[in-house]
């Protein structure tokens, strides 16, 4: 039976660290979630998220209803915690650079059924999906996924640099959906417009909501 994860993994040190990045905010924002229930529990899932934090990866790894797999900037992976990451089956990847190794299996993940997390902003920013790199639609492509939009809005400090008290921080999934990938990289290109679209616009209605009760529409407060 699948464990959704790469085979060097442990499943319950997975399990465990799901576990405390679910709460380990708890104590410092004010989390909110709109829409979790829209995440397939079954079947190779690629869910697409924004990047302006350090904090939206660990928020969503630990609230997402099921194991998942996420492409981590190699950078982290040194010490404890390079250990833990490969050892909970995280993926490392070298930004700017060429590295099909971390792709290939996270295309592994996905044809064994599993969830893999992709940023496709591929680093921090203000995290309006402004840009998309091809990976995500590669991996669609080959696997033939569901795709999961997910916008997080709240963990980036003031402008000012003071954090509040508790600020809120809104999570929102979008619904799925089934992209056609062409071929070649024209068929690439074309689907992660439609992905980097599709992510944007979940942003921008939990903007909107925020906006709406008075909240400023990224910062956390």
């Not at 442990?10 to 708890?26: I, Q």
């Not at 909110?32 to 829209?38: A, I, L, W, Y």
């Not at 079954?42 to 797999?69: D, K, W």
């Not at 795709?147 to 402008?159: C, F, I, K, N, S």
Request: with cysteine.
């Amino acid at each position: 039976m699948s464990t959704g994860l790469p085979s060097y993994s442990w499943p319950r040190l997975h399990d465990l660290a799901r576990f405390l990045a679910r709460w380990v905010y708890r104590p410092a924002f004010r989390i909110r979630v709109h829409g979790m229930s829209r995440v397939p529990r079954t079947g190779p899932v690629v869910v697409i998220a924004n990047h302006s934090s350090m904090i939206e990866p660990q928020l969503i790894f630990g609230l997402l209803p099921r194991r998942s797999v996420f492409l981590v900037k190699q950078q982290l992976y040194h010490g404890l915690l390079g250990w833990s990451l490969h050892r909970i089956g995280q993926l490392p990847v070298r930004r700017g650079e060429p590295d099909s190794g971390p792709l290939l299996e996270a295309r592994s993940v996905l044809r064994a059924g599993g969830a893999l997390g992709v940023f496709p902003e591929g680093a921090r920013g203000d995290g309006d999906v402004q840009n998309a790199e091809l990976g995500a639609a590669w991996l669609v492509r080959t696997c033939s996924a569901t795709v999961v939009p997910v916008a997080v809005r709240g963990t980036r400090p003031p402008d000012d640099g003071r954090r509040r008290l508790l600020p809120r921080v809104d999570i929102l999934v979008g619904e799925p959906f089934a992209p056609a990938v062409g071929r070649g990289r024209t068929g690439l290109v074309e689907a992660t417009e439609q992905l980097r679209v599709r992510l944007a616009d979940t942003v921008r209605a939990l903007d909107e909501w925020r906006v709406a009760h008075g909240m400023e529409r990224n910062e956390g407060r």
